[in-house]
């Protein structure tokens, strides 16, 4: 989402020049490194802060805070990843 990289790219003191900042893809990869080692620290657990990444974090903490299962359908990103990078 656009805010999340603007503050993103503030945390790392990367210029925002909005949208265009993200089709960098060296600023692009490191905002969403730093973006996804935020969510380890949050979650503590990869599989959450993958599927935070794709969703959400509010939106996946919310299942969490009411004690509720996540939907099962929400792990696909998370299964997708992990596939894609067993194939590196």
Do not use: C
Request: hydrophobic residues 45%.
């Amino acid at each position: 989402m656009p805010y999340v990289a603007e503050a993103v790219a503030q945390d790392l003191k990367i210029e925002w020049r909005g949208d265009q900042t993200l089709f960098d893809p060296f600023l692009n990869i490191r905002m969403g490194i730093y973006y996804l080692k935020m969510l380890m620290d949050d979650f503590q657990d990869l599989v959450l802060a993958l599927t935070a990444y794709n969703y959400g974090p509010t939106y996946i903490r919310s299942f969490l805070d009411r004690g509720e299962k996540i939907p099962l359908h929400h792990f696909r990103y998370y299964q997708r990843v992990l596939a894609f990078s067993r194939n590196l």
